[in-house]
């Protein structure tokens, strides 16, 4: 349906360009005419036509000023100006206001017919131009909480964070480095601190997720993560500027906080409590966000802020926490060049800044040492013994220099860490000797990669990438490679015959073990025999 508006003050040209529009288009078309500028104005408030018939000349306001009056509510609307004055008097008011055509009076029905046609197909172009539109927004809706999950579980876990970092900045449109996390928990009822029924909450909160989400983007320009048991995290975006009046963006979060909790409660039958980090680097948010649990856990209220927690449960203002989790990850992974820089780094920190308390620098060189070595042990790459420790307190006592103090932390962090590595070669090396094994004494058998796998007890999947990675080649053609130099070293040594070598080396068929030997041999079993029996 196209809606047609008529502005002119003779009422026989009125009824004329009606004439023409019924008869050519029929009940694809709604019409209303008007006959003053005022009239025309008013019609095209309430109507909304697509296209309007325009005269320049009509009573108080003209044609041009009714246009541009009209044009400020309805962008789109198409105008073709009728009028029995000369266009080019008009003609550059017109272009301006977006005209489509200039029409002379007395009426030509076929030009009008061709510019309606014309007009319509620019009404179907702009209609369908935003129906696309509409369709691409309601798609972003859906997939924009999929990748704002996907940024909170990268934050949260560092999975391949880095690798991704600009790419869930640019698809988010987030301008800042830095930011706070909160956690929004809920429950049933709050106790000691504590909200209560989370399973139950957690199961009534899927129906309500998407007013959650609402709400909480109503208050806070953040990235809203995916439901987690029964709490959602968020991650507040900050200007490097605000840090500047960091006491007043605390106040001022609380604040909000507080309210959206108000409204949260007033508007999903559950009690909600908010927990709030500090502001850190991006690749940092992972510490913000156990800054926010803790104040959950040891904080009362329905908002707690991390820096208003007591000075027990805080690092000193500048301890390098993010140093000493990074160490640990690293000997973790086995990176004895990353642990060891981190473990400098940190060393450096605690000469710095309590260069003067040398015991207390000890006992965190001996802290990190046992941490370390505790993580190599459970990793399996190195046994624990009760007294393997035993001198390393008197070790500690007799060192008289920071530079042996370090040597021996590097030393002993890189050892952990070369543990760790160790153990991870040495159990997927063993793994594949194990499957080579298996393989070599049941290369007669039917055997499949799951069999294998199944054998040394890990996931095909694993396997198949272990093995790939282990051997330069797949399960499938070391199998192959194993048959063929059994077929070859029977083929030389013996007089069986064609179809027994076959069955001993796992094939059911001659043909398919003649065709296979030839492709990876290079010549077919009976010219191998020939050449080399």
């Known amino acids: 349906m196209y809606k047609i508006m008529i502005a002119d003050d003779e009422g026989i040209v009125i009824d004329a360009l009606k004439f023409i529009i019924e008869k050519n288009f029929g009940d694809s078309c709604a019409i209303e005419w008007a006959k003053t500028g005022r009239s025309v104005i008013e019609l095209a408030e309430s109507f909304r036509p697509d296209i309007a018939l325009m005269d320049i000349h009509?009573?108080?306001?003209?044609?041009?000023?009714?246009?541009?009056?009209?044009?400020?509510?309805?962008?789109?609307i198409i105008f073709i100006v009728v009028s029995a004055y000369d266009k080019f008097d008009y003609a550059k008011e017109a272009i301006g206001l977006g005209v489509m055509d200039y029409v002379n009076k007395p009426i030509d029905k076929n030009v009008i017919v061709s510019l309606l046609k014309k007009a319509m197909e620019k009404v179907d172009f702009e209609r369908m131009k935003r129906s696309n539109d509409l369709l691409i927004r309601e798609k972003l809706e859906t997939v924009i909480p999929i990748i704002e999950s996907g940024l909170i579980y990268s934050v949260l876990f560092q999975a391949n964070y880095m690798e991704e970092a600009e790419n869930f900045k640019n698809l988010l449109g987030i301008q800042e480095d830095k930011g706070y996390m909160m956690v929004i928990e809920y429950g049933d009822t709050e106790k000691d601190g504590h909200l209560t029924n989370a399973i139950g909450a957690s199961v009534r909160m899927q129906s309500n997720y998407v007013r959650l989400r609402e709400s909480i983007k109503e208050y806070f320009p953040g990235i809203v993560g995916p439901m987690m048991a029964n709490a959602v995290i968020v991650f507040v975006p900050c200007a490097t500027e605000s840090l500047q009046n960091e006491y007043e963006e605390r106040v001022k979060a609380i604040e909000t906080a507080r309210k959206m909790v108000h409204k949260l409660r007033k508007d999903i039958d559950a009690q909600f409590r908010v927990g709030i980090g500090?502001?850190?680097r991006l690749d940092e948010a992972d510490i913000s966000y156990t800054e926010a649990v803790n104040a959950l856990r040891y904080t009362a209220g329905s908002v707690a802020h991390a820096r208003d927690l007591s000075a027990k449960n805080r690092y000193e203002e500048d301890y390098p926490v993010r140093t000493e989790k990074k160490l640990f990850d690293l000997v973790q992974a086995g990176d004895a060049a990353g642990a060891v820089s981190e473990a400098g780094r940190f060393f450096d920190w605690m000469l710095n800044r309590h260069g003067d308390a040398e015991m207390d620098i000890k006992l965190k060189t001996l802290e990190f040492i046992l941490q370390a070595e505790t993580i190599a042990i459970k990793s399996g790459g190195s046994s624990y013994r009760f007294q393997d420790r035993h001198d390393y307190l008197t070790i500690l006592y007799d060192m008289k220099q920071y530079e042996e103090l370090r040597s021996w932390l590097l030393a002993k962090i890189?050892?952990?860490?070369?543990?760790?590595s160790g153990s991870k070669e040495k159990t997927s090396i063993s793994l594949v000797e194990q499957a080579k094994a298996y393989i070599d004494s049941h290369y007669k058998d039917e055997i499949s990669l799951d069999e294998v796998s199944r054998e040394i007890n890990i996931s095909p999947?694993?396997?198949?990438?272990?093995?790939?990675?282990?051997?330069?080649?797949?399960?499938?053609?070391?199998?192959?490679?194993?048959?063929?130099?059994?077929?070859?070293?029977?083929?030389?040594t013996t007089d069986k015959s064609m179809k027994e070598i076959c069955s001993e080396v796992g094939y059911s068929d001659p043909n398919y073990f003649s065709r296979s030997f030839k492709k990876n041999v290079g010549v077919t079993p009976t010219e191998y025999k020939e050449e080399n029996g």
Request: avoid cysteine.
């Open 278 to 280: 500090t502001v850190k």
């Open 58 to 76: 009509m009573p108080g306001i003209n044609g041009i000023e009714a246009m541009k009056e009209i044009k400020k509510n309805n962008r789109n």
């Open 414 to 420: 890189r050892e952990a860490a070369r543990n760790v």
């Open 461 to 492: 999947y694993y396997f198949s990438k272990l093995f790939k990675e282990e051997t330069g080649g797949n399960f499938i053609d070391y199998v192959t490679s194993i048959r063929m130099e059994k077929a070859k070293e029977l083929l030389s």
